[in-house]
């Protein structure tokens, strides 16, 4: 593994990240990144990208399609015709952690920046995730909206909007794309 973000698909890879990512991000509700053939998100875009120091992962990001988050907005109120549209217009971060002795490098930023290179390619209107309030300076600083913690996003689905909202001292963060 290289100094440079690398895309990675495969069990084994998806074992090892999950593994970083368990030891990194102290978070039971955590989407976790599953095997191939069990992967909720299979069929949709997702993106595993990874940043190695010799043979030692220093960063990992997950994101993709929000396609099983989104089919659980209908019970927010989001149309169920409004599903599929969602899912081809929004993306959601999962998991960024970097190894302690490596964060503030830049690591986290150039993660980010690789996964909205990769984004364009598939026209995502909206990049959103949850974090919690040590991280939340990181993405405002990148140019994220990160509502105050408790507040509901609102996510437009076309014609249609759901609110989500969260409990306790997590925040929303979201970024609109221009693709």
């Known amino acids: 593994m290289s100094d440079t973000v690398n895309r990675f698909n495969s069990d084994s890879d998806r074992v090892e990240i999950e593994g970083f990512f368990t030891a990194h991000i102290d978070d039971e509700n955590r989407f976790p990144l599953h095997a191939r053939a069990t992967d909720p998100l299979k069929g949709y875009p ?60 830049g690591i986290a930023r150039e993660l980010v920046a690789e996964l909205l290179n990769h984004l364009s390619s598939y026209r995502f209107q909206t990049l959103y995730g949850v974090t919690g309030p040590e991280s939340a300076g990181f993405y405002h600083s990148g140019g994220f909206t990160v509502l105050p913690p408790g507040k509901a996003i609102q996510l437009d689905f076309g014609k249609a909007q759901v609110n989500i909202p969260l409990v306790g001292e997590d925040s929303w963060f979201y970024k609109n794309l221009p693709f």
Do not use: C
């Open 46 to 105: 997702s993106f595993i990208l990874a940043i190695g120091d010799g043979n030692e992962l220093v960063g990992a990001l997950h994101a993709g399609a929000a396609a099983e988050q989104i089919a659980a907005y209908v019970r927010h109120g989001l149309p169920s015709w409004a599903v599929e549209q969602g899912i081809k217009d929004h993306a959601m971060l999962y998991s960024l952690a970097v190894r302690p002795d490596r964060r503030h490098t």
